[in-house]
């Protein structure tokens, strides 16, 4: 019987056991943390957004420069069958007003029950408090266990799916980087996606408006020399720190680029997208005796209290009186973003395991029948449910890769 080894407890490396498994294969997992799948069960306390609804032409694109590479994968095992997937696992999905679909408990916790149940009719094996530390000069697995003994195994196949660097304390922390780096693996530096983005506010916008989002709102990161100009919608939060939120999130790579090129990203907040700055202008004109500006923003565009204290903020509290320049200013307030959110806080990874270092089966050149998947790869997307997606996906795809080396391994 061929053995397979699965290094990562997570959604790519559990799907890839699975896959494995379910063709009889003997499957070890090891894992570092005392119990598999905790981020997964950490992403179920928001609802657990597990995919998106929308057809290929927008999905694909999500995932950005990396589209291409991941197209294979998302084909091969793509919405449908993750929504399929769960069914059979007794999570029915369904599809949230955004696209989004999720499970309709909007928990993992039945999910990864269901899940390890399945995967223990299917023998595999999940050795929990098992930190693999690289490789013996022999190419054999170097796993340490909670008393720091040291164990080495020697499967057909392995497959490495050991996170990003996220919410370390669940146990991706992004250590295989230095790992892979001894072997000659090129890895794009990991760096924090889906994060929050600091922003040093007066004291006194903090304090009153932390937690207030700013709602409808256009962000635009603008261009640069080699850079073009990103633009997202959405609602953004306020944060003590800085400002956060889905448009932000989205805006993750273009605001690391200028803070790359710059040490600083000013980022314009369109608070008015739907209305032009003639039209905003034309409703400012008509200020009435006596009226406070706040009074005066809110009667005229309708601007909330934290909306309008930004365009104080971004002003040092002193807002033109023209209406042509305030509404100019409405339509593009400068927030100037210092930095990223450190990365133990961000939902996801950019950067990982360079495309270049894998086949089309995700085997790592270097390692012949060593396979990468999940956030490991270089790879990011936005949230919506395409992180967990492209996990289960190249998961998957690194098992059938796996499978198809040991076929070809038994005929050779
Ligand atoms: C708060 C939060 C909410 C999220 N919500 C969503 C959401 O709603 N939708 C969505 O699509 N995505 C969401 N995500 C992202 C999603 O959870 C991840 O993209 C996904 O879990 C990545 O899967 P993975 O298998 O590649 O890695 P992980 O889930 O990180 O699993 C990697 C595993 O490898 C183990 N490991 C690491 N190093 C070693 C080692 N040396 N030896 C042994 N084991 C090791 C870790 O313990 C871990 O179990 C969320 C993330 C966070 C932090």
Known sequence: MSTAVVVGGGPAGLMAAERLASTGVAVTVYDRMPSPARKLLLAGHGGLNLTHSEGRERFLPRYGEAADRLAPALDAFGPDDLRAWCAGLGEETFVGTSGRVFPRSFRATPLVRAWLARLGDLGVRIERRRTWTGWAPDGALRVTTADGAVEEVRPDVTVLALGGASWPRLGSDGGWVGTLAERGIAVTPLRPANVGMCVTWSVGYADRFAGSPLKHVRLTVPGGPGRSVAVVRGDAMVTRTGIEGGPVYALGAAIRAALDADGRCVLEVDLRPDQGADQLAARLARRRPKESASTW?????????????????????ALPDAPEALAALAKAVPVVVTATMPIDRAISTAGG????????HLMLR????????????????PTGGYLLQASFATGFVAAQGALGWLARDTRG
């Open 297 to 317: 923003l809110r009667r005229a565009l309708g601007l909330d209290p934290v909306a309008v204290a930004l365009l104080r903020e971004a002003t040092g509290g």
């Open 353 to 360: 395991v360079e495309w270049s270092e894998v086949d089309e």
């Open 366 to 381: 270097r390692l012949p029948g060593t396979f990468v998947a999940g956030e490991m790869l270089d790879w990011e997307a």
